[in-house]
């Protein structure tokens, strides 16, 4: 794997009310400049954060030859045959 694509994110559950998180708040601007990112468990909210949905597709893209959703999809059903010995369920 390529090391040049390494990026960092940030994920966080908020405990505060929505309207505490603007563009322009501190919470925000600290995590702004992230290269991979700033992610919540809420909709994606413009100059804010965005959906914690998006970050497979923003950051592992050059880890798969397909989207990671799909060798997701695809490896599951292996878990109970060759890849049985990870013993995951």
């Given at each position: 794997?390529?090391a040049?694509n ?7 559950v908020?405990?505060?009310q929505?309207a ?5 708040s501190?919470?925000v ?6 290269s991979?990112g700033?992610?919540w468990?809420?909709?994606?909210e413009p100059?804010v954060?965005r959906?914690i949905k ?7 893209q050059a880890?798969y030859?397909n989207?990671?959703?799909t ?8 878990l109970?045959?060759?890849l049985?010995?990870f013993?995951i369920?």
């Open positions: 794997h390529d040049q390494f990026t960092y994110a940030f994920v966080t908020p405990s505060n929505r505490n998180y603007k563009s322009e501190v919470a601007k600290r995590v702004t400049n992230l991979g700033n992610y468990g809420k909709a994606t100059n954060a959906s998006e970050i497979f597709t923003n950051n592992y880890g030859p989207n990671v959703r060798e997701i999809r695809n490896t599951l059903p292996k109970s045959g060759e049985s010995y013993n369920i």
